[in-house]
């Protein structure tokens, strides 16, 4: 089954101050918390004419990240907590956008990390330690892993913009089945990382500074 992979920029602290927070939100947190949970209640119903019940209900696993834990035992609430946490990133952060479908995202993103390694690009600037990094660590409670899924991974707006300076220069010494792709994670990250420097600058409310990776499928 092919794996859609979309991404947007958030703030990786304004995404934290949610877990575990409980009755501790602000207003403004609590009229974003009411869009949260609208998201958490159509990602269930998604669920739900698909036929699949993970045993936990994504509403549910938000009020469970909301009071601070990820405690079920059911067997897929991985599932569910990692998409309930995924709609508080969406609501905190910017419009979601495609960075592919693949078959096996996994492999490709390995060999083309092998590539880059290859050519000579530092390792924190790899790509499937971030795409596939995981939910934050600063996570206050343990948040179990979905071994088929979703996943959420993340890369550091900072890291952006050197990330795709590397990859252009050693573009013409990977392999030619990679170089669009390359290219083109380039570009993407190129732009990000411009938008997060003027807007930092500019912008006094501005707090993104992470890329955040969604796959599903």
């Known amino acids: 089954m092919s794996r859609i992979i979309t991404y947007n920029t958030a703030g990786k602290a304004a995404v934290l101050s949610y877990l575990g927070a409980g009755e ?18 159509a990602a269930q119903e998604e669920l739900d004419a698909q036929g699949l019940d993970w045993g936990l209900r994504i509403p549910e696993a938000l009020d469970h990240l909301l ?8 067997r897929y609430a991985a599932g569910a907590y990692t998409r309930a946490l995924q709609c508080i990133i969406d609501l905190k952060g910017s419009d ?87 290219e083109r994670f380039a570009s993407l990250l190129e732009s990000e990382h411009g938008e997060w420097e003027y807007a930092t600058k500019a912008l006094d409310w501005y707090d993104q500074d992470t890329i955040f990776f969604s796959i599903t499928g």
Do not use: C
Request: charged residues 25%; aromatic residues 10%.
């Open 24 to 41: 501790k939100l602000t207003p403004e947190q609590h009229r974003v918390l009411g869009m949260v949970r609208e998201r958490a209640e």
């Open 67 to 74: 009071e601070g834990h990820a405690n079920s035992t059911a």
């Open 96 to 182: 979601p956008y495609d960075l592919g479908v693949y078959s096996k995202p996994a492999t490709f993103f390995l060999a083309l990390d092998e590539e880059l390694r290859r050519a000579g690009v530092d390792e924190d600037l790899l790509l499937y330690p971030h795409v596939f990094s995981g939910p934050p660590k600063e996570i206050p409670f343990f948040l179990p892993h979905a071994v088929d899924g979703p996943h959420i991974g993340m890369f550091p707006l900072a890291k952006a913009g050197p990330a795709a300076d590397a990859y252009r220069a050693v573009s013409g010494s990977v392999s030619p089945e990679f170089r669009d792709e390359l």
